[in-house]
């Protein structure tokens, strides 16, 4: 087992090796358990966690706060436009500074084409680790937690079992493609079988395909691409069904709005997830289009373990701070 991530930033899911991935997994879920027998574990009393906010967040904030306080350590929550990056404090600045405040700099930033290289430019200044809460091409976090979800609910040897990841129509806004990026290029390394599912405008970047194909090939599993919902809900063992915008084909709002509108019928629904295995668990990062993304008989239904997939955030990012921060 590797255990020695002091140090490290998690800005991509490929930053971890699959070995290190699976020490985080191992630390989550001893994190997890000590939690539920109230058993104290301040392993970073003292350290105090930058949470820097370029965009707005429910369960990020909330589990991000929640962890770093019951580690014995403090999370200082900070919004971009409060602060003097709005006339001009630079990725390098904030990197310097900040990384001598603090203990660990964590950063949501989901703005397309920005995000990631502003996540990358702060690490790249900064002595201490940086975490991604989010950026325009990865959300690690959220995929650690997935994974964790997956391996509770159907085991540990995840070779042979399909899971879909698919688009689903949403009225709200444009949301970011960094969900599914991230666990296409995640899930392979652990033996699933990936079929991503969505419609032609919709494609993920060309390099992160061009990755999670390359982690396939080497994993030996299969990874498929298909058009059409049902079709990529067949036989599945895991249906992983969320929006997110087609900034690959426009970025321009009336065109989004007008392609975006196309696809109003793919929704999750109870005739689409009897198309998977009848075992099959359905999960979503939330927040979700209730009855326009998914329906609220399956989001509320047997197959659904959301509730279960947004707790184990707080395990998997405690875990990655324990061993990163101490
Ligand atoms: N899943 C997720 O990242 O939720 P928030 O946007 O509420 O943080």
Known sequence: MITNLRGRDLIGDLDFSKEEVETVLSVAWDLKMKRALGIEHAILRDKVLAMLYFFSSTRTRASFEAGIAQLGGHGAFIESRTTQISHGDTEKEMGEIFGRYFDGIAIRHCDWGIG????????????????????????????????????????????????????????SYSKPMSVPQSLVLQLPRFGMDVTLAHPPEFSLMPEIMAQAEAEARKAGVHFEVVHDMEEGFKDADVVYAKSWGCMNY?????????????????????????????????????????????????????????????????????AVMALTMN
């Open 116 to 171: 990631n290289r502003y996540l990358n430019l702060v690490a790249e200044a900064s002595r201490v680790p940086v975490l991604n809460m989010q950026c325009d091409v990865y959300h690690p976090f959220q995929c650690l937690a997935d994974l964790m979800t997956i391996m509770e609910k159907k085991g540990r040897m995840l070779r042979k079992k399909k899971v879909v990841v698919s688009w689903a129509y949403a009225a």
């Open 250 to 318: 426009s970025t321009d709002a009336d065109e989004v709005r007008r392609i975006t509108d196309k696809y109003k019928d793919w929704i999750t629904d109870d005739a689409k997830m009897a198309l998977a295995k009848e075992d099959s668990i359905y999960m979503h990062p939330l927040p979700a289009d209730r009855d326009i993304e998914v329906t609220s008989a399956v989001m509320d239904g047997s197959h659904s373990v959301v509730f279960d997939q947004a707790e184990n955030r707080l395990h998997a990012q405690k």
